[in-house]
């Protein structure tokens, strides 16, 4: 399916104050068993950059990839033009393939459409057969109480990515499903630079939007889960505003 190219653009750009030397290997589900898994390199590089593992600014290198790999060049360029394509690599004459900064205006309107699209997917879910859709959020609910005992960046990741995934998998149009996951991680770069501020925050929001998207799906209505995934990001929307607005993340201007 092809995407449309939303690279962000302009003047004031979010940096994080800290980031987190804590690569994961794979995201989540792991690399497909592919002889060369151009897919799953994609999917590695793009959840790397969603969680600031890969910082904005930071150039990829095309021969490091493809030894990290162990595949030629070709599959690694066609990850990074895969990742153009969706926002969030840029190439820079003289210095490689860069990771794309996050413009704050860019991403108020990013937010805002990923609002209207919670209430669109009420039109297009499918809440039958979901015993196993709830066995999925149970294990993430019990993940996401894991990290008030033990936190790291990463376990906050992987339990919000598998939330965001188990949405898709619910989405019956897969323009719609396509376009709530690509936005997802364009998205989740700002909720990552904020983490470090707020990080019990957004455990608790994180759980308690697991514990009533549970009892949404076991209500059988569409509206009512995408209502609760509505409300859900715009409680997190609200917040992270708040935080950039308060100076705690730092504001460069390029």
């Not at 039109?123 to 996401?144: D, G, M, P, W, Y």
């Not at 897969?174 to 707020?198: E, G, H, K, M, N």
């Amino acid at each position: 399916m092809n995407r449309k190219d939303s690279r962000f653009r302009g003047q004031g750009v979010v940096s994080p104050i800290s980031t987190h030397d804590t690569r994961q290997s794979l995201p989540p589900g792991g690399l497909r068993p592919k002889r060369v898994d151009t897919d799953g390199i994609f999917e590695m590089l793009r959840y790397r950059i969603s969680t600031l593992q890969y910082p904005p600014g930071i150039a990829l290198k095309e021969i490091e990839l493809s030894k990290e790999f162990g595949v030629s060049r070709t599959p690694i360029r066609q990850a990074l033009q895969r990742l153009e394509l969706v926002g969030l690599v840029q190439p820079v004459i003289g210095h490689g393939t860069i990771v794309t900064s996050i413009d704050l205006q860019s991403m108020r309107h990013l937010l805002e459409y990923r609002l209207q699209l919670a209430l669109m997917i009420g039109h297009f879910l499918s809440t039958a057969e979901v015993e196993h859709t709830i066995k999925q959020l149970r294990s993430c609910h019990a993940a996401n109480v894991a990290l008030e005992r033990n936190f790291t960046p990463q376990a906050f990741a992987k339990v919000s990515h598998e939330l965001r995934l188990l949405i898709h998998d619910r989405i019956t149009n897969p323009f719609l499903a396509q376009s709530w996951i690509d936005t997802y991680y364009l998205a989740s770069r700002v909720w990552f630079i904020c983490l470090p501020t707020t990080k019990e925050r957004f455990v608790y929001l994180q759980g308690d939007e697991i514990a009533m998207l549970i009892d949404s799906f076991r209500s059988g209505e569409p509206r009512r889960v995408a209502a609760t995934i509505h409300d859900a990001l715009q409680t997190v929307v609200f917040d992270i505003w708040k935080i950039v607005a308060s100076g705690r993340v730092s504001v460069l201007v390029s």
